[in-house]
């Protein structure tokens, strides 16, 4: 009789509980290659261990098990080519979304060690340098305190912001842009910058901004900053390194050298 592979042996091998090889046997994908008509033991060769690899890669890849049976032809032949092409494609996804997070956290983490700072400096009102960003942004004609239109607005620039394959950072809030003698106002998300051409998507420039940190919005009361031509406040959300669950910090940056902060 040709040497098989118990059910037991198999699971150790592998790693996989013997519920679970029960359940492939039972979907049709994985069936034992001899099964004992007396005692009803499941025995299993060892040319089937591919087959066993090629339905871990799919769980690893979150690929349903039933549509293993889209790779097999009518003599039950796995095409391994056509599998691992489509797991090559889904890994390339998931290592994409954990780097888009792993800058998420870089970005989060950067915020939250300078607020740090700021508290121990123990300053109503300071200067602090920030580098060029780039936003997503859609134009705001609400008032700042409307919550409901501020997530509703949010929730679009996500949306946008995946629609365009766009990594977003846990930044968002509303500029206030002075040109001429005419006030902008939009609501943006920070996101890492691409070189897709898009006349949503611009840039907030670098330089020296003066900041303060409060938990109401004031970005409407910074109309009475005295910009001459052309000026630029951000008002965005705030993180502390132990952040109150009952509170929402902002932090209102105005760029230096425009307005009052010269």
Not at 38 to 49: C, D, V
Not at 88 to 103: C, D, G, H, V
Not at 203 to 221: A, F, H, K, N, W
């Amino acid at each position: 009789m040709k040497e098989y592979l118990t059910i037991g042996e198999v699971s150790r091998m592998k790693g996989v509980g013997i519920k679970s090889l029960r359940y492939y046997d039972r979907i049709g994908i994985l069936k034992p290659a001899y099964t004992n008509p007396k005692t009803g033991y499941r025995y299993y060769s060892i040319e089937q261990m591919l087959m066993l690899d090629m339905i871990l890669l799919c769980l690893g890849l979150d690929i349903p098990l039933k549509e293993m049976q889209e790779y097999m032809d009518e003599e039950s032949h796995l095409d391994v080519k056509s599998l691992l092409e489509d797991g090559r494609r889904k890994a390339e996804e998931k290592a994409k979304k954990i780097q888009e997070t792993l800058s998420q956290i870089d970005g989060l983490e950067k915020r939250i060690k300078g607020s740090d700072e700021i508290r121990k400096r123990g300053r109503d009102i300071y200067d602090k340098y920030i580098g060029e960003r780039a936003v997503i942004a859609l134009p705001w004609e609400h008032p700042a305190a409307d919550d409901k239109a501020y997530m509703s607005e949010i929730t679009k620039l996500y949306s946008l912001s995946q629609e365009l394959g766009l990594t977003v950072f846990y930044q968002q809030g509303l500029i206030r842009y002075r040109k001429g003698e005419k006030d902008l106002y939009y609501i943006f998300m920070e996101i890492q910058q691409s070189d897709l051409k898009d006349p949503r998507i611009f840039y907030l420039p670098e330089g020296m901004y003066q900041c303060s940190v409060s938990d109401e919005t004031r970005i409407e009361e910074g109309n009475t900053v005295d910009f001459d031509e052309e000026g630029l406040i951000v008002e965005t959300d705030f993180y502390f390194d132990r952040q109150p669950k009952d509170k929402y910090f902002l932090e209102l940056q105005i760029l230096k050298g425009i307005g009052s902060g010269k």
